[in-house]
């Protein structure tokens, strides 16, 4: 389908290994957004692209994490170093505005996630 | 950004209609409110969006009273298909982008 797709749905990773994960999002949307999720918890906001203009990052939990969006289109979530506190789902979802009949609101579309185990 | 209060879970039978109330005391004047379903090993799924009043769609009604300060998502007729982890979000989420999420509440479907 044309939605957001994310890879590798799983990755596992010694402490202290270096690693890269993907994300696709829906052609044309210009909002790119990263989120992760620990068990059992709600997503929490990591950053936010706007085209290829990392627009926020204050959710970044430490300077070992980094994204891109060098062409506007897919990013890249990379983690230096994994600690075992890394470990969660890593979702992204690229979003549009939606016109109601009065406001326009704004929706995000999520991927199904990378799931990061790191022993 | 403005937090959101619901419960942590809910049950219900199949065929039944269910309320899910979620307390957003301090929304600001641009805040939506977003309901967002997610199933086990999926992302969340946006289901319905509202600024005020009622918002009806093919799988939910969003009720939001004058003052704005909570909302009622309104399943009708749940199936076990629905059981889920439901989210309450207050924010306008564009250029923004923090959305922030909360436990939800988990709703557990039985027949």
């Known amino acids: 389908g044309a939605g957001v797709s994310q890879s590798p749905r799983y990755k596992v990773a010694k402490r202290g290994q270096d690693v890269a994960l993907r994300c696709d999002p829906i052609s044309g949307h210009v909002s790119l957004f990263w989120y992760q999720q620990a068990l059992g918890q709600g997503p929490e906001f990591l950053t936010y692209?706007?085209?290829?203009?990392?627009?926020?990052k204050s959710g970044l939990p430490s300077d070992r994490f980094f994204a891109e969006r060098p062409e506007g289109s897919v990013s890249t979530l990379k983690i230096q170093r994994t600690q075992q506190e890394d470990s969660a789902v890593y979702l992204c979802a690229s979003g549009s505005r939606r016109s109601n009949r009065d406001r326009v609101g704004y929706e995000q579309f999520f991927g199904p996630g990378t799931r990061l185990t790191v022993l | 950004l403005a937090k959101t209060t619901q419960p942590i879970s809910m049950d219900s039978y199949e065929g039944q209609e269910v309320n899910i109330t979620c307390s957003h005391n301090?929304?600001?004047?641009?805040?939506?409110i977003t309901w967002y379903q997610q199933f086990p090993s999926q992302g969340p799924r946006f289901i319905i969006q509202?600024?005020?009043t009622k918002v009806t769609n093919e799988v939910a009604s969003l009720f939001i009273p004058a003052d704005r300060k909570s909302s009622t998502l309104s399943l009708p007729r749940v199936s076990l298909s629905d059981t889920a982890v439901y989210y309450c979000?207050?924010?306008?989420?564009?250029?923004?982008?923090?959305?922030?999420f909360g436990k939800g509440t988990k709703l557990s479907v039985k027949p």
């Open positions: 301090n929304i600001a004047t641009n805040d939506y």
């Open positions: 979000l207050v924010g306008y989420g564009g250029s923004q982008g923090n959305l922030i």
């Open positions: 692209f706007q085209n290829e203009a990392q627009l926020d």
């Open positions: 509202g600024y005020k």
